[in-house]
């Protein structure tokens, strides 16, 4: 069982994280614990680590809010956009000049306004 690098965005990963309170960046986050590159050892590693938690839940040892799960993460995982980045993450934002243009019908409609300087008709 060889280590798979979680972040390898080259090869098909299965990721266990375990969701608890990180000391280094004083917040609760995922923790990555282990990658694996097949799916029999990441279900047998992620049944364990479920089990570790219920007993340590029940002898009091860990939060109530804390998890353990696991994520597939395909080649190019990192290269796919984001929520919030519907397009893309090269998408470029619209140019303050650039102007919709108008629809036939919509010019035809507009109105013209004429001045003529000078005293009514």
Request: with cysteine; charged share 35%.
């Amino acid at each position: 069982m060889p280590d798979v690098d979680a972040d390898d965005d080259t090869i098909k990963r299965y990721v266990v994280w375990h969701y608890r309170y990180d000391p280094d960046r004083h917040e609760r986050r995922n923790v990555t614990l282990k990658a694996f590159d097949r799916r029999n050892e990441y279900d047998q590693y992620l049944t364990a680590r479920v089990e570790e938690l219920r007993a340590a839940k029940a002898a009091g040892r860990a939060e109530a809010d804390e998890q353990i799960g696991g994520t597939t993460r395909e080649p190019g995982h990192f290269l796919l956009p984001s929520v919030g980045q519907a397009d893309g993450p090269l998408r470029r934002a619209p140019q303050p000049d650039r102007r919709r243009p108008l629809h036939r019908a919509e010019q035809r409609q507009r109105p013209i306004h004429r001045w003529c300087g000078g005293s009514g008709p």
